[in-house]
């Protein structure tokens, strides 16, 4: 992973380039290795914010990655268009034709190119008068993509990234996928970045694939792993945090190098660290410190209002629903429990029911809410996810077991439920709360 300045500051300001190698298979080689493979469809899957396009970024070379959004795709045809127009050629062509005509008063006449010809051999003109009239026509025609394509980066080291399938339509997924089976066959060498949940989507709209796609899955970074991110990058830029301090950041960084980096960047903007300094600054994050760093990184992942519906859950008919103590002086209901016990504690990105429940069971001063009403409380939360962001996967549950399992998604909604002050707004007394959104049937 990069230092986590490099992606915010400019080169004139931070002219040292750090690379974080991750722990465990080496992705890098695997990934060559794929590559290197004739004919062969990449596909990478790993979670949100997870340093999936850094990694390919590194393993092939900026300068050899034409990346394509899955976002700006609805066919084939636009996945090359993208692709062309990085490579600086137009993705379409005009073309004009024009046709005369001419009409004459008395006996008969014709005209090609506008040059009126002889209707005898005698040479002479067979019209007493004429009129001409033009017709101009510009035609559009779209290069052909994939061929224009092949022809300048086939067999050579340049990798196109198609990065967020998922976010093609479906009934556009298909015909994406025959392009790119298409191109591996041609020589075109192809990534296709996906999350967890989503990375058998290639291959299940077109199971041709199967056999000429080679998987590589990534994960969630461990706190150790993120923790080098400060312990390389600090120094480059002057700074001295003790490593049980970096450890801490690592923790509250849900896994996320990307959110790393963020946290480190406030830690700098807190400090007045705008570039390299010349001399070492020693820094100590005392809890009031680091909390006011946290709410900052906050502010880059609002989920307020996604939150803020989920605590209200959806309306409610005929009994109201009960309130329980819990442990940060506020009351609430069975949503707020389940909120509040995602929160709690270290941040953990998937909760099987036990797990969950011996949380609630710790936020929770008195009683509990009952079995019945917790996976309810979550599937609802599943839903509102769903309904306020219904193209991004952020909070799941999965109750196809016996019991159960909430999951996080995307670590930028937990951290966000941890380090905003969101909760605690929400258990305020209702005059003190500002206006909340309408919650969701």
């Known amino acids: 992973m990069k230092l986590f300045a490099v992606d915010v500051f400019t080169p004139n300001d931070f002219p040292t380039f750090t690379y974080v190698t991750r722990q465990g298979p080496d992705l890098e080689q695997r990934l060559s290795d794929a590559l290197a493979t004739p004919k062969i469809v990449v596909s990478i899957s790993g979670p949100s914010k997870s340093g999936k ?91 052909d993509g994939l061929g224009a394509i092949v022809k300048e980066i086939g067999n050579s080291e340049f990798v196109v990234l198609l990065d967020d399938f998922h976010y093609i339509p479906k009934e556009a997924q298909g015909e994406v996928a025959k392009q790119i089976k298409a191109a591996a066959e041609r020589g075109i060498r192809i990534c296709v970045a996906t999350v967890p949940h989503r990375a058998d989507d290639v291959v299940r709209t077109n199971h041709e694939l199967r056999g000429r796609l080679a998987q590589i899955d990534t994960m969630f970074w461990t706190s150790t792993e993120l923790q080098q991110i400060a312990e390389v990058g600090f120094p480059k830029l002057g700074i001295d945090l003790p490593p049980h301090q970096a450890a801490r950041l690592a923790k509250e960084a849900c896994g996320s190098p990307q959110l790393m980096q963020r946290i480190c960047l406030d830690v700098c903007f807190a400090f007045n660290v705008r570039k390299e300094r010349s001399d070492l600054l020693k820094v100590e994050l005392d809890p009031a410190r680091l909390q006011s760093i946290l709410e900052q990184s906050s502010t880059h992942a609002d989920f307020g209002a996604m939150v803020a519906n989920m605590h209200q859950g959806p309306k409610t008919r005929g009994t109201e629903r009960r309130l329980h103590q ?66 991004e996967r952020v909070v799941e549950w999965d109750d196809h077991d016996l019991t159960g399992t909430l999951t996080v998604v995307n670590p930028y909604f937990l951290f966000y439920l941890r380090a905003s002050r969101k909760l605690e707004a929400l258990g305020a007394r209702p005059s003190d709360q500002d206006e909340l959104p309408l919650p969701l049937d």
Request: proline residues 4%.
């Open 53 to 143: 396009t850094v990694l390919i970024e590194k393993t092939v070379g900026k300068d050899n990655m034409i990346a394509v959004s899955g976002a700006e795709v609805r066919s084939g045809t636009d996945l090359w268009a993208r692709v062309f127009a990085w490579m600086g050629g137009p993705a379409t062509v005009a073309s004009q034709s024009s046709s005369q005509t001419a009409h004459r008063s008395g006996g008969e006449a014709g005209a090609k190119g506008g040059i009126p010809f002889l209707a005898d051999a005698s040479g002479k003109l067979s019209y007493d008068q004429t009129r001409t009239s033009a017709d101009t026509r510009t035609e559009t025609e779209t290069v």
């Open 326 to 391: 819990l442990i940060d002086g506020t009351e609430g209901d069975v949503y707020r429990v389940v909120l509040l016990a995602l929160a709690y504690g270290s941040p953990d990105m998937s909760l099987p029911y036990p797990a969950l429940m011996q949380r609630i069971e710790t936020v929770c001063k008195g009683d509990t809410p009952s079995a019945s009403s917790i996976v309810q409380a979550c599937r609802q939360i599943d839903m509102i996810a769903k309904r306020v962001a219904p193209t």
